[in-house]
T-cell receptor, first 111, second 115 residues
Framework: DAKTTQPTSMDCAEGRAANLPCNHS???????VYWYRQIHSQGPQYIIH???NNETNEMASLIITEDRKSSTLILPHATLRDTAVYYC????????????FGKGTSLLVTP | AAGVIQSPRHLIKEKRETATLKCYPI?????VYWYQQGPGQDPQFLIS???????DKGSIPDRFSAQQFSDYHSELNMSSLELGDSALYFC??????????????FGPGTRLTVT
């Protein structure tokens, strides 16, 4: 799996958009970008994934650059409950392969 | 919607004892994964099973073993426990094979404390 680089921590005011960047410059053509988050000591939670097109679901939007070397997870209206560690993971789209959690971004949403 | 169930939620054992953690995947999910998260660390992959066969292996100690049963539930067996085994153990499940998008759904974890 390609290596990813994320900022260690970020702050965001409640109600504002949280934009979490991820660099994955060695990504291969068949690797997808997945985002998970972990709220303190809870099980990680799947957020969204994509290959090259921008993706949106009820939780977030994922913007992938045209060269696919970086991406941004967008939480459009952050709430206090979005305070968590966010992990950007690059992997092939295949069943039964592990998620390699690197050093994610600790997002703090403040009132 | 049904989620991944893990039992027990908390477990306290002494050094050199054994422990068994159980995981019940989301209905119709055929793949189970085990992860270990030490204090202040990120989750680390241990082992996974697809259709009752081991499918991938991470940094699982030789003292640990796991299996997936015919009803797809899985058990992680840990022997000769050490203080360093104290951690949160997460189970996740997904649809494997050639269908689905393979996102993993995690259980609430089992907190193991070794004294």
């Amino acid at each position: 799996d390609a290596k990813t680089t994320q900022p260690t921590s970020m702050d965001c005011a409640e109600g504002r958009a949280a934009n979490l960047p991820c660099n994955h410059s060695t990504i291969s053509g068949n690797e997808y970008v997945y985002w998970y988050r972990q709220i303190h000591s809870q099980g990680p939670q799947y957020i969204i994934h994509g290959l090259k097109n921008n993706e949106t679901n009820e939780m977030a939007s994922l913007i992938i650059t045209e060269d696919r070397k970086s991406s941004t997870l967008i939480l459009p209206h952050a709430t206090l409950r979005d305070t968590a560690v966010y992990y950007c993971i690059v992997r092939v789209l295949k069943g039964w392969y592990a998620l390699n959690f690197g050093k994610g971004t600790s997002l703090l949403v403040t009132p | 919607a049904a989620g991944v169930i893990q039992s027990p939620r908390h477990l306290i054992k002494e050094k050199r004892e054994t422990a068994t953690l159980k995981c019940y995947p989301i209905p119709r999910h055929d793949t189970v994964y085990w992860y270990q998260q030490g204090p202040g660390q990120d989750p680390q992959f241990l082992i996974s099973f697809y259709e009752k066969m081991q499918s991938d292996k991470g940094s699982i100690p030789d003292r640990f073993s796991a299996q997936q049963f015919s009803d797809y539930h899985s058990e992680l067996n840990m022997s000769s426990l050490e203080l360093g085994d104290s951690a949160l153990y997460f189970c996740a499940s997904s649809l494997g094979g050639t269908s689905g998008t393979y996102e993993q759904y995690f259980g609430p974890g089992t907190r193991l404390t070794v004294t």
